[in-house]
C-alpha cells in the first residue's frame, strides 16, 4: 500500500472516532438527566397572557380597532391556547398515573376500620402530589376556555364587519353623474405608470444599470415571448396526438393528462420570465412593481382556464367526458372558458392598477361594474349550456337506457343556478351593491373554476385505474374512483368555503375543534383515536382474513374433516378474529368500555323482546355449523321447498330449487321443524315408477318386461336388485310398480325418463296396450245444443236388435243445458 494512501486513511479513521467520542460527550448530559427522572414542562407565561388578554378584550370593546390589529392579535391568543393544550396534555397523563396509584391502595378505610400506618403515609402523599399536579391543570384549563372566548368573539366581530362591507350601498355606476369619477380614475392610475416609468427614466443611473443588464434583460424577454407564443401550442399537439394515437391504448388517456399539464408549466415559466423582464427594466414604481407582482396570477387564470376547457370540452372525440354535449356546444364551452380567465384577470389587475383606497366610491363602481357585467354575461352563457347536458347518450339504439347519476341531475341544476346568480349580480350591482355584485359573481366563477378541476382530476384517477385494471368502462363504475371522487369533494370543500368569503383562520379554528373530538364518558374521542381504531381493525381484519385463507386453502383440506365442517372451523375463526380485532381496537384508540355497560343492559333487555327472532336464527346458525345436519351441496327437502344447499350463514340459509331459484330459509326452521336430507349420509336412494297395461294383458309377460328394462340401466344398483311389483286392479288398468335402488339418487328425474321411453318402445314392439280413461256424458236437455223447441218430437232412435241397458246418469255429470257443459276429465286423448 502507499504510505500516503495509509496514511490519509488512518487520519480519516482517527477524525471519525474523534467525532464519535465528540458526540457521545454532548449527549451524556442528556442522558443523565433523562435517568434521573421526567423534566418537568415548562408552564406558559400566565403574566404575559394575562396582559394580552386584557388587551384583547379592551380592543373588542373599540368599535374602530382595525381588522388587521384584530388579526395580528387572534394569531397571539392561538399561539397562547396551544400552549394551554400542550400543558392540560403534558399533566392530564401524570395526574391519570397518580390516580391509578391511588386506586392502587384500595379504597378508602370506611367509618370505625383502620388502615395500616405505611398506606395511611403513602394514600396521604399520593393525594398530595395529585393536588399539586391538578394546581397547573385547573389554570391551564381555565386559560384555554378563556382564549375560546376571545377567538371566537374576534372571529365574530370580523364576520360582522365582512358582512356590513359586503352590504354597503354605493353610488349606482348607471347614474351618469359618477361616470366622469370613474374616468377620472382610470386616466389617473394610467397616468400614474406613465410617471413612474418617466421619472425612472429620468433617473442618472438608470441607463447604467439597464445597460449592465441589457443582456439578461434581453435573453429574458425573447424566451418569455417564446414560451407565451409558442410552448402551449407545443402541448396542445402532443396531448391530442396522444389521445388520437391507436399504438397507445392502455394508459394513454392517463399520459394524455400528464402531458397537458404543459399547457400550464409553460406560460407559467413564461408569465415569470416577463415580470422578471419588467423589473429588469429597471423602468418601475410602486403601482408597476404591483402589477408586475400580479402578472403571474392574472396570466395564469387565463392559462388555467383554458387548460380546463380543453379537459372539460375537449376537442378528441376519444375520451370519455363527464359533460354529454355535442360538437358545437363543446366548441362554445371552449370558447366560453378562456374569456372566464380573462374577466378574472381584470378583475386581479383592477386592484393595483386602481388603487382603490384612493378613489371615490363612485369611480370604484364606475370602473368594477363592466367587469361584473361581462362576468354575468359569461356566467349566463355557461349556465344555458349546462342546461342543455344529455342526461342519456346511449351507444347504440338497443343499448337499454341508463338511469341518472347524481351527476347528471346536477348539471342542468347548476346551469340555472348560474342564470339566476348572473340575473342577479348584475341587478344588484346597478342598484348600487358593488361589493355584494363582486363577491357574487367572482365567488361563483371561483366555484365553477375549483369544480372543473375536481372533475379533472377525478378523471385523471379513473384514466389511471383503467390503466392499472385495463377495462376503461369498468373503472368508471368501479369502487375506488367512487370513493376517491368523494374524498376529492370533501378535500375541496375549505377551498369552496375560502372563495365564498370564510377566512383562513375561521378554517384552521373548525379544524382545531374537530381534533379536540368529543367526550364520551370519561373518555374524550378525537380524529387521532378515530383513526387509530379504523387503523387496528384493519389491520386485525387483514390478519383474520389471512389466517382464514390459510386454513381453508393450505391445513384444513390436509386433514379428515368433512367440507361443511372445515368451513364451520374457517367462519367461527374469523368471527372470533373479527371480534378480537374490535377489542383490539378500542384498546389502541384508548376508548373505555366500562361506560358501556348501562347500554349494553338496555340492549341486551331490546335484544330479548325485539331481536329474539335474530338471535334464534343466530344460535340456529351456529349449530348448523357445529352439528353439520345439513351440509352445502345436499338435497333438503324444507315444507314444501326441495332442492340444494348453497349456502349457509349464521342468519339463514340458501337453498336453489330445481327451477333455479333460491329460497332463504331462517336457520330457526331448519333446527326446529322437519328437514328431508336426501344426501346426508350417501347419495343413493329408491326410485318408483309407476306403469299401467290394458285388462287382458299377461301379467307375468308384463312383468318380465320391466324387469329386463330396469336392470339395464348402469345406474341401478343391484344389491339390493330391483323388483317389479304388480300392485292393483285399478279402474282403467292393470297397476304395476318399478321399484329400485341409484347409486345416485341425484339421477333420479333422468332415470325415471329414460325408463319410460324403453317401456314406450318395448310396449309398442310387444303389442301391450297403454290405456287411457273413458268417461260417457249424459244430456238431460238436448233440444238446448240442437236448437229445436221442447214440444217437437225428436226423431226416433235406430231399431235395435239387443239393446244394453244402460247405467243411470252420473248426476255430477249432468247439467240443465243452461250453463256451459262441463270439461270432460282429462282422458289422455
Not at 181 to 200: D, K, P, Q, W, Y
Not at 405 to 425: C, E, Q
Not at 590 to 596: N, T, V
Request: charge should be negative.
Amino acid at each position: 500500500m502507499n504510505p500516503s494512501a495509509a496514511a490519509s486513511s488512518l487520519s480519516a479513521c482517527l477524525a471519525r472516532l474523534a467525532a464519535l467520542l465528540l458526540v457521545l460527550c454532548l449527549s451524556l448530559p442528556a442522558l443523565a438527566q433523562s435517568t434521573n427522572g421526567p423534566t418537568e414542562v415548562e408552564g406558559p407565561d400566565y403574566a404575559r397572557w394575562e396582559a394580552t388578554a386584557g388587551l384583547a378584550e379592551n380592543l373588542l370593546a373599540n368599535p374602530s380597532t382595525p381588522d388587521t390589529v384584530l388579526s395580528n392579535l387572534r394569531s397571539e391568543v392561538v399561539a397562547f391556547r396551544s400552549e394551554f393544550i400542550a400543558t392540560q396534555n403534558a399533566h392530564r397523563d401524570r395526574i391519570d398515573a397518580l390516580r391509578e396509584q391511588i386506586e392502587g391502595l384500595g379504597p378508602p378505610p370506611a367509618e370505625g376500620e383502620v388502615e395500616a400506618d405505611e398506606i395511611v403515609a403513602r394514600r396521604a402523599e399520593l393525594n398530595e402530589r395529585l393536588a399539586t399536579r391538578q394546581a397547573p391543570l385547573l389554570a391551564a384549563s381555565e386559560a384555554q376556555r378563556r382564549a375560546d372566548v376571545i377567538v371566537r368573539a374576534i372571529d365574530r366581530v370580523m364576520r360582522e364587519r365582512q358582512a356590513d362591507a359586503l352590504l354597503s350601498l354605493w353610488p349606482s355606476p348607471l347614474n351618469p353623474a359618477n361616470w366622469s369619477a370613474g374616468a377620472n380614475a382610470v386616466i389617473s392610475s394610467g397616468l400614474t405608470l406613465m410617471g413612474e416609468a418617466h421619472n425612472a427614466w429620468l433617473h442618472p443611473n438608470w441607463y447604467q444599470s439597464f445597460r449592465s443588464d441589457l443582456p439578461l434583460f434581453l435573453g429574458t424577454l425573447a424566451l418569455s415571448v417564446l414560451l407565451l407564443t409558442r410552448g402551449r401550442a407545443l402541448a396542445v399537439r402532443l396531448t391530442l396526438r396522444l389521445l388520437d394515437s391507436a399504438a397507445i391504448l392502455r394508459g394513454r388517456e392517463a399520459a394524455a393528462y400528464f402531458v397537458s399539464l404543459a399547457q400550464l408549466a409553460m406560460p407559467l415559466a413564461g408569465l415569470w420570465l416577463l415580470s422578471q423582464a419588467i423589473l429588469l427594466s429597471q423602468l418601475t414604481g410602486p403601482t408597476i412593481e404591483a402589477l408586475a407582482a400580479v402578472l403571474v396570477p392574472a396570466g395564469m387564470a387565463i392559462y388555467a382556464a383554458r387548460w380546463l376547457s380543453l379537459q372539460v370540452f375537449p376537442i378528441s372525440q376519444n375520451v370519455d367526458v363527464p359533460l354529454r354535449l355535442d360538437d358545437s356546444e363543446r366548441r362554445q364551452g371552449r370558447v366560453l372558458a378562456p374569456v372566464f380567465g380573462l374577466v378574472y384577470a381584470l378583475y386581479l389587475l383592477y386592484e393595483p392598477f386602481i388603487q382603490p383606497d384612493a378613489q371615490s366610491e363612485a369611480a370604484r363602481a364606475v370602473v368594477i361594474f363592466p367587469i361584473v357585467v361581462l362576468a354575468s354575461v359569461i356566467l349566463y352563457r355557461m349556465g344555458r349550456l349546462l342546461m342543455r347536458h344529455k342526461r342519456h347518450l346511449a351507444r347504440t339504439e338497443t343499448d337499454p337506457p341508463e338511469s341518472d347519476s347524481l351527476f347528471d341531475r346536477l348539471v342542468p341544476i347548476a346551469g340555472k343556478l348560474l342564470v339566476i346568480v348572473a340575473v342577479a349580480a348584475t341587478a344588484i350591482g346597478a342598484v348600487g351593491y358593488i361589493p355584494a355584485a363582486v363577491q357574487l359573481v367572482f365567488s361563483t366563477l371561483g366555484s365553477l373554476a375549483l369544480i372543473a378541476f375536481v372533475i379533472v382530476v377525478h378523471g385523471l384517477i379513473v384514466a389511471i385505474y383503467a390503466a392499472i385494471v385495463g377495462d376503461a368502462a369498468a373503472a368508471s363504475r368501479a369502487l375506488v374512483p367512487a370513493l376517491a371522487g368523494l374524498l376529492l369533494a370533501l378535500a375541496s370543500m375549505p377551498a369552496l368555503a375560502m372563495i365564498w368569503g370564510l377566512r383562513a383562520t375561521e378554517i384552521l379554528e373548525v379544524w382545531a375543534r374537530f381534533q379536540a373530538g368529543f367526550a364520551l364518558g370519561e373518555t374524550r374521542i378525537s380524529p387521532a383515536n378515530i383513526l387509530s381504531f379504523l387503523l387496528a381493525f384493519a389491520i386485525g381484519y387483514v390478519i383474520t382474513r389471512a389466517v382464514q385463507m390459510m386454513l381453508s386453502q393450505s391445513v384444513l383440506p390436509k386433514t379428515t374433516m368433512e367440507r361443511g365442517a372445515q368451513k364451520a372451523v374457517v367462519s367461527g375463526v374469523g368471527y372470533i378474529g373479527i371480534f378480537a380485532a374490535a377489542l383490539i381496537a378500542f384498546s389502541t384508540a384508548g376508548i373505555d368500555l366500562s361506560g358501556l355497560a348501562i347500554v349494553a343492559g338496555a340492549l341486551s333487555v331490546g335484544i330479548g323482546f325485539g331481536l329474539q327472532n335474530i338471535v334464534s336464527n343466530f344460535v340456529s346458525g351456529v349449530i348448523l355449523l357445529v352439528e353439520r345436519p345439513v351440509s352445502e351441496g345436499d338435497w333438503v327437502e324444507v315444507g314444501t321447498t326441495m332442492g340444494t344447499v348453497s349456502r349457509i350463514s349464521v342468519r339463514s340459509t340458501v337453498i336453489e330449487t330445481f327451477d333455479r331459484t333460491e329460497v332463504i330459509v331462517p336457520n330457526s326452521d331448519l333446527i326446529s321443524g322437519t328437514v328431508t336430507n336426501y344426501t346426508k349420509s350417501n347419495t343413493t336412494g329408491r326410485v318408483i315408477i309407476p306403469v299401467g297395461v290394458a285388462y287382458g294383458t299377461d301379467t307375468r309377460r308384463v312383468e318380465k318386461i320391466l324387469r329386463e328394462i330396469i336392470e339395464a340401466q348402469p345406474i341401478v344398483s343391484l344389491s339390493p336388485p330391483p323388483t317389479v311389483l304388480f300392485q292393483r286392479f285399478g279402474a282403467d288398468s292393470l297397476e304395476f310398480e318399478i321399484r329400485a335402488i341409484l347409486r345416485d339418487v341425484n339421477f333420479s328425474l333422468r332415470v325415471k325418463s329414460e325408463v319410460n321411453h324403453e317401456i314406450a318402445r318395448r310396449f309398442v314392439e310387444e303389442g301391450i296396450e297403454i290405456p287411457f280413461a273413458q268417461r260417457d256424458i249424459w244430456l238431460r236437455n238436448p233440444e238446448v245444443l240442437t236448437g229445436r223447441p221442447a214440444s217437437e218430437p225428436a226423431a226416433p232412435p235406430p231399431a235395435e236388435t239387443d239393446p244394453e241397458p244402460q247405467p243411470p246418469p252420473d248426476p255430477e255429470l249432468e247439467f240443465d243445458g243452461t250453463d256451459s257443459p262441463p270439461e270432460a276429465e282429462d282422458s289422455g286423448r
